[in-house]
Nanobody, 124 residues
Framework: QVQLVESGGGSVQAGGSLRLSCGVS????????MAWFRQTPGKEREAVAA????????YYADSVNGRFTMSHDNAKITFYLQMTDLKPEDTAVYYC?????????????????WGQGTQVTVSS
């Protein structure tokens, strides 16, 4: 069973940067999309970015477009979310997720493998 492990969260002041990492326990050709989601208490989980492994296309939520960048290593074992110009509203638990069927990239219901999450806190 493929597992995902996030790291890189922490506390930063507004305007700062952080890079999150998502390690995939084993390469799997069945994974079609890797994504980052975030969630704050009392709110629904929000899709942040998604990478389509076969086409290389990356999608971003409007709220982070231009500030966040999703990338990966050559082996596609580790995925990154580079976050710049962070704002207090970016404060959340960030999750890495994988899905093995195509669908709407921002729909969390399609993702069947999740990491444990990593906290990002941005202070003003």
């Amino acid at each position: 069973q493929v597992q995902l492990v996030e790291s890189g969260g922490g506390s930063v002041q507004a305007g700062g940067s952080l890079r999150l990492s998502c390690g995939v326990s084993e390469a799997s050709s069945s994974i079609l999309i890797m994504a980052w989601f975030r969630q704050t208490p009392g709110k629904e989980r929000e899709a942040v970015a998604a990478f389509y492994l076969r086409s290389g296309i990356i999608y971003y939520a409007d709220s982070v477009n231009g500030r966040f960048t999703m990338s990966h290593d050559n082996a596609k074992i580790t995925f990154y979310l580079q976050m710049t110009d962070l704002k207090p509203e970016d404060t959340a638990v960030y999750y890495c997720a994988a899905r093995r069927a195509y669908g709407v990239w921002s729909d969390e219901r399609g993702y069947d493998i999740w990491g444990q999450g990593t906290q990002v806190t941005v202070s003003s």
